[in-house]
């Protein structure tokens, strides 16, 4: 069946431009969720959306960072003049449930942003 | 705030040398833990998992975790790892809070599999 599915797979851009990644998770899973992962460090919690409920942004580094969920299903995840820290590999998960049992969450393969 | 600790962040291991990777939370409630495996090349799956139950939580490939609730640890372990296992190996937490759906990963563990 099909997975979670990200794009574009790899995106190279120049230092203050803007950017955008997109999340297709997987059909019927009501949360989604946008992780950073960094060399050498774990994966970075981002933002988490639920339903029709306001998303919890709280993982959000900046105010660059932006994202959104449309229909309830594809996500895109916005860094606006983006900086070299901001260089990582960006996964988006999606669950059945958000808590308990089934709540496991399968994650996409990730884009891959370089900031030059 | 909850954390994960993953202690060994690079290890070497010859073929059918027995692994134990380890894992340790700090969060005194009920959790749901997690190991998640990323093969070079690919996307994060999941290894295995523990809700409840039998603390002794077998997965794939033959891997198994162990929950020890009063060490606040799940370790990884293999009895005879191979070189496909070369690969980088994630704890995760999800603390069984109402309202919780947050995971907390661990830094990772990368293994290397020596033929």
């Known amino acids: 069946g099909a997975g979670v599915s990200q794009s574009p797979s790899n995106k190279v851009t120049e230092k203050g431009k803007d950017v955008e990644l997109r999340c297709d998770p997987i059909?019927?899973?009501?949360?989604l969720y946008w992780y950073r992962q960094s060399l050498g460090q774990g994966l970075e919690f981002l933002i988490y959306f639920q339903g029709n409920s306001a998303p919890d942004k709280s993982g959000l580094p900046s105010d660059r960072f932006s994202a959104e969920r449309t229909g309830g299903s594809v996500s895109t995840l916005t860094i606006q003049r983006t900086q070299q820290e901001d260089s990582a590999v960006y996964l988006c998960?999606?669950?059945?449930?958000?808590?308990?049992?089934?709540?496991?969450?399968?994650f996409g393969p990730g884009t891959r942003l370089t900031v030059l | 705030a909850q954390s994960v600790s993953q202690h060994n962040h690079h290890v070497i291991l010859s073929e059918a040398a027995s692994l134990e990777l380890g894992c340790n939370y700090s969060?005194?409630?009920?959790?749901?833990l997690f190991w998640y495996v990323q093969y070079p090349g690919q996307h994060l799956q999941l290894l295995l998992k523990?809700?409840?139950?039998?603390?002794l939580v077998k997965g794939i490939k033959g891997f198994e975790a162990e929950f020890i609730k009063s060490k606040f640890s799940f370790n990884l372990r293999k009895p005879s790892v191979q070189w496909s296992d070369t690969a980088e190996y994630f704890c995760a937490v999800n603390p069984e809070l109402s309202g919780t759906y947050k995971y907390i990963f661990g830094t990772g563990t990368r293994l290397k599999v020596l033929a």
């Open positions: 523990y809700f409840s139950g039998d603390p």
């Open positions: 969060y005194g409630g009920t959790v749901n």
């Open positions: 059909s019927g899973h009501t949360a």
């Open positions: 998960a999606s669950s059945r449930r958000t808590s308990g049992s089934n709540n496991e969450q399968f």
